[in-house]
C-alpha cells in the first residue's frame, strides 16, 4: 500500500505556539484552525493556587465573544480580507478557524488578534445573553433533543456532561465579563493552543513574518484546570419515558463506561477496537441487523454513535421502534452473542476503514479537524490508522469483553404525545 | 414520483447477484468502502435520477483488480436489479419511516405547510413527502416501468479525479442505447399568486417566521448574478443587513438570513424569533426590505457581498460537489464552467444594478410557524 501521510511540517513560533502545516498539493482553498483545550466540560480555572469554579457554557460563550471588537465583529475584517470564518466549542476544546484562497497571512494575524487580545465589553456580555438563549431556545424545540438530553442527565447526573455545551438558561443569563476575561487569561495562551493550516502554501514567509511580530499576550498566572465532577456512581434510573410531538416512538440507549487507563495510547487502543466492535456488531454488514430489519424489531433509522473522549466514553443506540422492550432485548442480545464477529468480516472492516480514511484526505477540513482531535492526546490520524493495521480479531472481542463487563445503561424512550 | 423514489430505494438495497442487504454492502466494504448511492431529484419539471460511485484509487491500495471490481459493481446496480414483493413492501416501510420521523420536525412542518399551501399548482412543485396513499398503491409492474423508462433515459455521466482507467465510458457502453440524447433545459418561468396564510401555532419556544418574495427571473436572466448580490447583501451570511440588524444590533435571533430558490423564482427570508420579539422582527425585515428597495445602505456593505460571494466560488473550486454541478451546468444549463467571467461580472455590479433587481421582487407572502404570537396582529 502507498504510503497514506501527507507531508508536513512543525513550527514553534516565538517559542511559544506550535504551528503545524499539513500541504494539500494543487489546493487553492486554505484551511487554518487554532484550538484551545477548553470545552463544555471545563468547569473551573486556577488563580491563586485554588480552584476557581466557572459556570456551564462559559466556554462557548467565550467562544461568541471573542468575535467582538469594542462592540464590532471582527468577522466583516476577515470578509474583507476574502476569509470565512467561523468557530465550534465541543466538550473538550473551542476551535476557531477561517478558510479563504488569498491573503492568508493577513487572515492568520486576525485569527491570532481575534483569540489572543479579544476586545470584547461588558455591554457585549450582556447583548450577547439575547442571542445565546436564542440559540438555546431553538433547540428545546426538537424532540430528539429533548430525549438525548433526559438520556445524559441520567447517565452523569451532576456530571458536567449532563449540561449542554451552550449551559443552561439560567448559567447564560448568569454570565458576566470578568468570568469571562478571567478564562481568557487562564486557556488563551499560545503555549496551550495549536494552529494547524492545510493548503498548497509557500509557508517559509508567513513562518517568518509570525516570528518577528508581537501577537501573544504576556504569560498569565491564572492556568486552566483539568476536568472535574465526579461522575455518580450509579445512573438515576434505568428506563425513562419522556412525551414529544412525533409520531413514533423511538428508542435511545447509552451505555457509560468509566475505564481507567495506563496511556493515551492504551485508551486510544481501546477505544478503536470497541469502535470496530461496534462496526461489527451493528453496521449494514451484519448479519444480525438485517435480520432484526426483516422482522420489524428495528427499522432503518437504526444507529449506533460512539462518543468516545479522555474523560467521557459513550455508546449511544437508537431507533424508531414499534415495541421498546423486545428492541431492547435483542440489543443486549447482540452485544452478549456477538453474532457476525468472524475474521473475514474483521479483515473486511479493516479495509473498509483504509477506504474511509482516504475518503477524508480529500476534505481539508476533515483533515485539520482530526489532526486536532488527536493532538489533544499527542498522536496523529496516521497512527491510528496503523494501529488498526496491527490490530487482531482477539483485541476487538477483548474490548467488547471488557465493555461488557463494566458498563452502565439506561434508556430513554420517546413517545408521541397523548 | 415515489415511485422512483421506491426505485432508486430498491436498486441501492440489493440485486439478483446479491439477494441481501448484507452481502451486498459486504461486497463493496471490501473494495475499500467503495460507495454506490443512487439519487432522486428534480431539475424544473424533469426527474433527475443520479447514481453515483465513489471509490479508492487503485494504486493508492495496491490493488490491480479493484477497478474491474468497482465497475462490475457499478453495473450490477444498475443492470441487475432484483424487484421481488417483499423488497418492495421493505421499501415502502422505510419510506413511510422515514417521513414519519421527518413529521418531528418543526421545521420540516412549518416548510411542508408553506410549499403546499404556495406552490401547489406550481408545474415544478415536488411534494416534501407524498400520501401514503401514494405510496401504497405502487406496484411491482409500477417499478418494472420506471426501471424501463430510466434505462432508455437520456443519460450524461460525469467522472472526476484521477484515474487510470476510464471506467465512466466503459459503464457506458455496457448500457443499453438511450431513446434520445440528453438536451438542454429550456429556462422556464411561472408566476407565483400573492397568498395571505394565516399562522400555524405549534407547542414551540420559537416562531420560525417566512417573507417570501418573487424574483420574476429566470436562471438565463442576465441579471441572476446580481440577484445572488442582493441575496448576499440582505441575508447571506454573517455581514448581511438580516444579520448585522435582527441578530449583531436588535440580539433577536440566534438564525436568521435569506435564501434564492431558483426552481420556483422565489427569494426567502427566515428567521427563528421568540414570540416577544415577533413584532419587532417583522418590522425590521420590511425596514430592511425598504432599504434595499432605495439603495439606502452602505455602498462598502455592497462590496462586501460582491467579495464574498466572489471569494465563495474561489473556495468551492477545490469541492467535489460544486465541481460536479458546474460541469452540469455548463453542458445542460448553457452556464460557463470556468467562473472568470462570471467573477468579473459580479465585480462589475453596481448600487444601481442591484436597485433595479430589487425594484422587480414582488411581495408574495408571510407566514408564521409555531409559538403563539405575543400579539395576536400580523403585519
Not at chain 2, 436489479?81 to 413511510?96: G, H, I, M, R, V
Not at chain 2, 444594478?353 to 395576536?376: C, D, E, P, R, W
Request: with cysteine; glycine share 4%.
Amino acid at each position: 500500500m502507498q504510503t497514506l501521510r501527507l507531508p508536513e511540517q512543525t513550527w514553534r513560533i516565538q517559542d511559544r505556539l506550535t504551528l503545524k502545516y499539513i500541504r494539500r498539493a494543487g489546493y487553492q482553498k486554505t484551511y487554518a484552525m487554532i484550538t484551545f483545550p477548553i470545552g463544555g466540560l471545563h468547569r473551573h480555572v486556577i488563580k491563586d493556587g485554588k480552584h476557581v469554579p466557572i459556570p456551564a457554557g462559559a466556554a462557548h460563550f467565550l467562544e461568541h465573544k471573542c468575535f467582538e471588537d469594542d462592540g464590532a465583529e471582527l468577522t466583516a475584517v476577515f470578509a474583507q480580507q476574502g476569509a470565512s470564518v467561523n468557530a465550534f466549542t465541543s466538550p473538550f476544546q473551542t476551535s476557531y478557524l477561517f478558510e479563504t484562497t488569498e491573503q492568508v497571512l493577513a487572515n492568520i494575524k486576525t485569527l491570532l488578534k481575534l483569540v489572543f487580545f479579544p476586545n470584547f465589553t461588558p455591554e457585549g456580555v450582556d447583548n450577547e445573553k439575547g442571542i445565546i438563549t436564542e440559540e438555546w431556545a431553538s433547540s428545546q424545540d426538537n424532540p430528539f433533543y429533548t430525549q438525548y438530553h433526559t438520556l445524559l442527565e441520567t447517565l452523569y447526573e451532576d456530571h458536567p456532561f449532563s449540561t449542554d455545551i451552550i449551559g443552561t438558561k439560567e448559567s447564560i443569563n448568569a454570565m458576566d465579563y470578568d468570568t469571562l476575561s478571567m478564562i481568557h487569561q487562564a486557556v488563551y495562551q499560545p503555549e496551550h493552543a495549536t494552529l494547524i493550516i492545510s493548503g498548497d502554501l509557500d509557508m517559509a514567509p508567513i513562518v517568518n513574518a509570525l516570528s518577528g511580530l508581537d501577537l501573544f499576550p504576556q504569560p498569565s498566572s491564572v492556568t486552566p484546570a483539568s476536568i472535574k465532577g465526579a461522575k455518580p456512581p450509579v445512573i438515576k434510573a434505568p428506563t425513562i419515558s419522556v412525551d414529544g410531538d412525533v409520531y413514533a416512538s423511538y428508542w435511545l440507549q447509552g451505555y457509560r463506561l468509566d475505564l481507567t487507563f495506563d496511556s493515551p495510547e492504551a485508551r486510544l487502543k481501546y477505544y478503536l477496537a470497541l469502535e470496530i466492535g461496534c462496526d461489527m456488531l451493528f453496521d449494514q454488514t451484519s448479519p444480525w441487523v438485517e435480520t432484526m430489519q426483516d422482522q420489524g424489531v428495528i427499522n432503518d433509522s437504526f444507529d449506533v454513535d460512539l462518543t468516545l473522549y479522555p474523560e467521557v466514553a459513550l455508546i449511544l443506540i437508537s431507533t424508531q421502534v414499534k415495541d421498546p422492550e423486545v428492541t431492547k432485548q435483542a440489543v443486549d442480545a447482540q452485544f452478549k452473542n456477538r453474532e457476525g464477529l468472524t475474521e473475514a468480516r474483521f479483515e473486511m472492516q479493516k479495509k473498509a476503514n483504509i477506504g474511509s480514511f482516504i475518503y477524508g484526505l480529500d476534505s481539508l477540513q476533515g483533515t485539520v479537524r482530526n489532526t486536532a482531535f488527536y493532538l489533544m492526546d499527542g498522536v496523529t490520524p496516521y497512527d491510528l490508522l496503523d494501529m488498526q493495521m496491527t490490530m487482531t480479531l482477539e483485541d476487538v472481542l477483548d474490548a467488547l469483553t471488557q465493555f461488557h463487563a463494566s458498563y452502565m445503561k439506561a434508556d430513554v424512550i420517546l413517545n408521541p404525545r397523548a | 414520483m415515489v415511485t422512483y423514489r421506491l426505485l432508486m430505494g430498491m436498486l441501492r438495497a440489493k440485486n439478483q447477484r446479491f439477494s441481501s442487504k448484507t452481502a451486498w454492502n459486504s461486497h463493496l466494504e471490501k473494495m475499500y468502502h467503495l460507495q454506490l448511492s443512487t439519487h432522486m431529484g428534480g431539475v424544473l419539471n424533469t426527474y433527475e435520477l443520479r447514481v453515483s460511485m465513489r471509490m479508492v484509487q487503485a494504486a493508492m491500495v495496491d490493488d490491480a483488480t479493484l477497478n474491474d471490481q468497482a465497475l462490475d459493481a457499478l453495473e450490477t446496480l444498475v443492470l441487475k436489479p432484483l424487484f421481488d414483493a417483499q423488497s418492495l413492501a421493505q421499501e415502502k416501510q422505510f419510506l413511510t419511516d422515514e417521513w414519519t420521523t421527518k413529521r418531528a420536525s418543526k421545521s420540516f412542518q412549518a416548510v411542508k405547510h408553506l410549499s403546499e399551501q404556495l406552490l401547489a399548482e406550481h408545474p415544478y412543485y415536488t411534494p416534501l413527502v407524498e400520501s401514503q396513499a401514494a405510496l401504497d398503491a405502487v406496484t411491482l409492474d409500477a417499478i418494472h416501468d420506471a426501471y424501463h423508462t430510466l434505462l432508455s433515459a437520456p443519460r450524461v455521466l460525469m467522472q472526476l479525479g484521477p484515474t487510470d482507467r476510464d471506467l465512466g465510458t466503459e459503464f457506458l457502453t455496457r448500457l443499453p442505447v438511450p431513446k434520445a440524447p440528453m438536451r438542454r433545459f429550456d429556462a422556464q418561468y411561472f408566476s407565483l399568486k400573492p397568498l395571505t396564510l394565516a399562522p400555524l401555532e405549534d407547542r414551540m419556544k420559537q416562531t420560525i417566521m417566512f417573507d417570501v418574495y418573487e424574483t420574476h427571473m429566470r436562471d438565463d436572466d442576465p441579471d441572476r448574478d446580481a440577484l445572488m448580490i442582493l441575496n448576499q447583501l440582505l441575508g447571506g451570511d454573517s455581514e448581511s443587513m438580516l444579520f448585522k440588524t435582527i441578530r449583531e444590533t436588535h440580539n433577536m435571533a440566534y438564525s436568521v438570513g435569506s435564501v434564492l430558490i431558483s426552481q420556483y423564482g422565489m427569494l426567502m427570508i427566515q428567521g427563528m424569533i421568540s414570540p416577544h420579539n415577533q413584532t419587532a422582527y417583522q418590522e425590521a425585515v420590511y425596514v430592511l426590505m425598504d432599504q434595499l428597495l432605495k439603495g439606502d445602505y452602505a455602498v462598502d456593505d455592497l462590496e462586501l457581498a460582491k467579495q464574498s460571494a466572489i471569494e465563495r466560488i474561489k473556495r468551492n473550486h477545490d469541492a467535489r460537489s460544486a465541481l460536479m454541478g458546474r460541469a452540469f451546468n455548463h453542458v445542460y444549463r448553457n452556464q460557463p464552467f470556468d467562473q472568470t467571467a462570471r467573477i468579473n461580472a459580479i465585480r462589475a455590479i453596481d448600487q444601481a444594478t442591484i436597485t433595479n433587481v430589487a425594484q422587480k421582487l414582488t411581495y408574495v407572502t408571510s407566514f408564521q410557524y409555531g409559538a403563539a404570537h405575543a400579539n395576536s396582529e400580523t403585519a
